[in-house]
């Protein structure tokens, strides 16, 4: 039962574009939601959260969005750089549930960017 | 270095053997989590402490599988007769009370032979 689903093992871009990483969850209980990046052989670095009682958060080149009514979210990474090149990954919590303590993860998306 | 630290990096052992893992989290953290993440998948969660209590067990951890963090401190992970199926990445991470962002070390790299 994969509660946070990433649907998109991979996506490629070129360098100065656009990534938009998606991510989708089936948990109503999920009220707070986090990406992370990992590079290969090490663990993964926090990127970017978003609680469910906003829609949109930013920082930097990476902005979060989230549809609840869609249970949809995503990233977008403007402009993509090649060191942005790695696997990312879309993780959820139940905050309200008083587990906020435990996160779900997608399967993850690798994310290339070409110079 | 403040971050979360894991010791050993990487663990070849035979099946059958007992292994254990340590992770220092970062200091002022008194939350502690062990996640297992195989290929292709993203992490999953084993275990959780605060401070010195274990809080919740995930039903992958199987009896052959203990964690401890005395003191509060730095936590250890054993696998008692691992089996081929135990090789993965063992994750640890560690946030502060209250906190939804667990912050990852980079993990023990365990093969079983």
């Known amino acids: 039962d994969q509660q946070v689903k990433q649907n998109s093992p991979s996506l490629s871009v070129q360098e100065g574009r656009i990534s938009i990483l998606n991510c989708d969850y089936t948990?109503?209980?999920?009220?707070?939601f986090l990406w992370y990046k990992k590079y290969p052989a090490e663990g993964p670095t926090f990127l970017i959260s978003?609680?469910?009682?906003?829609d949109k958060n930013e920082d930097g080149r990476f902005t979060v969005f989230l549809n609840k009514s869609a249970k949809h979210l995503s990233l977008h990474i403007v402009p993509s750089q090649p060191g942005d090149s790695a696997v990312y990954f879309c993780?959820?919590?139940?905050?309200?549930?008083?587990?906020?303590?435990?996160?779900?993860f997608g399967k993850g998306t690798l994310l290339t960017v070409n110079p | 270095d403040t971050g979360v630290s894991q010791d050993p990096r990487h663990k070849i052992t035979k099946r059958g053997q007992n292994v254990t893992f340590r992770c220092d989290p970062i200091?002022?953290?008194?939350?502690l989590y062990w996640y297992r993440q195989t290929l292709g998948q993203g992490p999953e969660f084993l275990t959780y402490?605060?401070?010195?209590?274990?809080?919740?067990k995930s039903r992958l951890l199987s009896d052959r599988f203990s964690a401890e963090r005395p003191k509060g401190s730095f936590s250890t992970l054993e696998i008692q007769r691992t089996e081929q199926g135990d090789s993965a990445m063992y994750l640890c991470?560690?946030?502060?009370?209250?906190?939804?962002?667990?912050?990852f070390g980079q993990g023990t790299r365990l093969t079983v032979v």
């Open positions: 200091s002022e953290h008194n939350r």
């Open positions: 402490f605060q401070n010195e209590a274990q809080l919740e």
């Open positions: 948990n109503s209980m999920f009220d707070y």
């Open positions: 993780a959820a919590s139940a905050r309200s549930g008083g587990s906020n303590y435990k996160l779900t």
């Open positions: 978003i609680s469910s009682i906003k």
């Open positions: 991470a560690s946030s502060k009370r209250g906190g939804a962002e667990a912050f």
